[in-house]
């Protein structure tokens, strides 16, 4: 079953594909994640050995969804002791087979007044 994220206006919807089109199963508050399509789909198991850095754009039963780059990662729900908030900038590494979980450091671009 192929499964995306839609975010805009606000909105973040989980949708899966039946049929060949896509149907909206839920629509939460999109909070912190940028607006954008998250093929969520064709995310990769994460590999214990590494450490993942990136902002998590989905939650469900079973996983937990990080963007890495320009590529999605899985991480198992189970391995979490305190599950990272949606949208946040984290860094996931492994020891002992739990996930640890630390705020990345955000690096906010923009204008400030002078």
Known sequence: ????????????????E??????T?????????????YNI????PADKAKVHEGVIVH??????YQQVGKSFVKHALSDFDKVPEVGSNSSIKYAQ?????????????????S
Do not use: F, Y
Not at 1 to 16: W, Y
Not at 18 to 23: L, V
Not at 97 to 113: C, D, M, P, T, Y
């Open 41 to 44: 789909h064709l995310a990769t």
């Open 25 to 37: 199963e839920k629509v939460e508050k999109a909070g912190a994640v940028k607006p954008g399509i």
């Open 59 to 64: 939650q469900d039963r079973t996983s937990v």
């Open 1 to 16: 079953m192929k499964e995306r994220l839609l975010v805009m206006n606000g909105q973040r919807l989980v949708q899966v």
């Open 18 to 23: 039946k049929a060949g089109q896509w149907a």
């Open 97 to 113: 087979g739990a996930a640890q979980v630390s705020q990345a450091a955000s690096i906010k671009l923009g204008r400030g007044i």
